[in-house]
C-alpha cells in the first residue's frame, strides 16, 4: 500500500507561482507513473501533468509553458512548479502514483488527500 502526502498549496495572487510536493510512503515494489489531478468545485477531476519512471512528460493543453513536473525516483516524490498562475487554477490538486505491490502484481492506483490551490487577488 502506497501513501501519498501533498504539501505547498494556498493562496497566490495572479501571475503568481506555487510548488506542489508529494511524498510517497508504505509498502511497495516500484512507483511508475506519477501524475497531479485537480478539482474544481462543479467540475470533474481532470489531469494536470504527468511523468513517467522515465521522465517523460505529458501535460493538459492549459498549463502547458506554465506548469512543469519533475520526480525523483531515489526519494519517490513528485513535484509541480506552477508559474503565471490565474484564476482558472483554482482548484484543489491530488497527488497520484500507479504502482506494483511486488515484481509479479499489476499495477495499483494511490491518491493523495489533496492541496488546496487558490488564486485571487
Known amino acids: 500500500q502506497v501513501q501519498l502526502v501533498e504539501s505547498g498549496g494556498g493562496l497566490v495572487q495572479p501571475g503568481g507561482s506555487l510548488r506542489l510536493s508529494c511524498s510517497a510512503s508504505?509498502?511497495?515494489?516500484?512507483?511508475?507513473?506519477m501524475a497531479w489531478y485537480r478539482q474544481a468545485p462543479g467540475n470533474q477531476r481532470e489531469l494536470v501533468a504527468q511523468?513517467?519512471?522515465?521522465?517523460?512528460?505529458n501535460y493538459a493543453d492549459s498549463v502547458k509553458g506554465r506548469f512543469t513536473i519533475s520526480r525523483d525516483n531515489a526519494e519517490n516524490t513528485v513535484a509541480l512548479l506552477m508559474n503565471n498562475l490565474n484564476a482558472d487554477d483554482t482548484a484543489v490538486y491530488y497527488c497520484?502514483?500507479?504502482?506494483?505491490?511486488?515484481?509479479?502484481?499489476?499495477?495499483?492506483?494511490?491518491w493523495g488527500q489533496g492541496t488546496q490551490v487558490t488564486v485571487s487577488s
Open positions: 497520484n502514483a500507479a504502482y506494483r505491490r511486488s515484481a509479479v502484481s499489476g499495477f495499483s492506483e494511490a
Open positions: 511523468i513517467t519512471r522515465a521522465y517523460n512528460t
Open positions: 508504505g509498502r511497495f515494489f516500484s512507483i511508475n507513473d
